[in-house]
Antibody
Framework: QITLKESGPTLVKPTQTLTLTCTFS??????????VGWIRQPPGKPLEWLAL???????RYSPSLKSRLTITKDSSKHQVVLTMTNMDPVDTATYYC???????????????WGQGTLVTVSS | QSALTQPASVSGSPGQSITISCTGT?????????VSWYRQHPGKAPKLMIY???NRPSGLSNRFSGSKSGNTASLTISGLQAEDEADYYC??????????FGGGTKLTVL
């Protein structure tokens, strides 16, 4: 059974750096074709893809946020960490991590999601 | 990259069928058969409904089906039920080796 859970601060101040941790179980990030992604959703707004890291440490970032994001993994701890610098009130959102399998036939998608964590940016 | 275009809302009566469209470009939907759909109930995490354009996850009702033509993908829900009322999002892999989501569609079951 695959599960993921996000953790981190619920409140950050503008200009601060946000660090979120995704702790997962039921799969290994050393298995070929496995990735973990981050997606966020501001209150009342649509989903926005942020970043993804694969088993081989290949990482991808949203072009609009690339300069502010870093995604890393610790496979032994079953964790993926996302950092976002220079936080602004517009970054207030629920942040989700999700399992993303890949194979040439079925491609890319997010099949298991964490419950999400609401991060508020305010002074 | 711009978000994929979805209608803001659709509605249908119980038992009816509805279709939600998702329009992108040749750099995303049109270039790959890697379109996925997600359902999100209020306050809940999204749930995968369709992947690789037409595939349903194991155990998901066959009332849900997906298709694609050119740069537009579609999700069809047949035999509408009250539990189908939710927000639906499409997503696609892109030529930039990234992902993009749609703006979301609110489905109301009348």
């Amino acid at each position: 059974q695959i599960t993921l859970k996000e953790s981190g601060p619920t409140l950050v101040k503008p200009t601060q750096t946000l660090t979120l941790t995704c702790t997962f179980s039921g799969f290994s990030l050393t298995t070929s074709g496995v990735g973990v992604g981050w997606i966020r959703q501001p209150p009342g707004k649509p989903l926005e893809w942020l970043a993804l890291i694969y088993w081989n440490a290949d990482n991808r970032y949203s072009p609009s946020l690339k300069s502010r994001l870093t995604i890393t993994k610790d496979s032994s701890k079953h964790q993926v960490v996302l950092t976002m610098t220079n936080m602004d009130p517009v970054d207030t959102a629920t942040y989700y991590c999700a399992h993303s399998p890949y194979d040439i036939l079925n491609g890319y998608y997010f099949d298991y999601w964490g419950q999400g964590t609401l991060v508020t940016v305010s002074s | 990259q711009s978000a994929l275009t979805q209608p803001a809302s659709v509605s249908g009566s119980p038992g009816q069928s509805i279709t939600i469209s998702c329009t992108g470009t040749s750099s995303d939907i049109g270039g790959y058969n890697y379109v996925s759909w997600y359902r999100q109930h209020p306050g809940k995490a999204p749930k995968l409904m369709i992947y690789a354009v037409t595939n349903r996850p194991s155990g998901l009702s066959n009332r849900f089906s997906g298709s694609k033509s050119g740069n537009t993908a579609s999700l069809t829900i047949s035999g509408l039920q009250a539990e189908d009322e939710a927000d639906y999002y499409c997503s696609s892999y892109t030529s930039s080796r990234t992902w993009v989501f749609g703006g979301g569609t609110k489905l109301t079951v009348l």
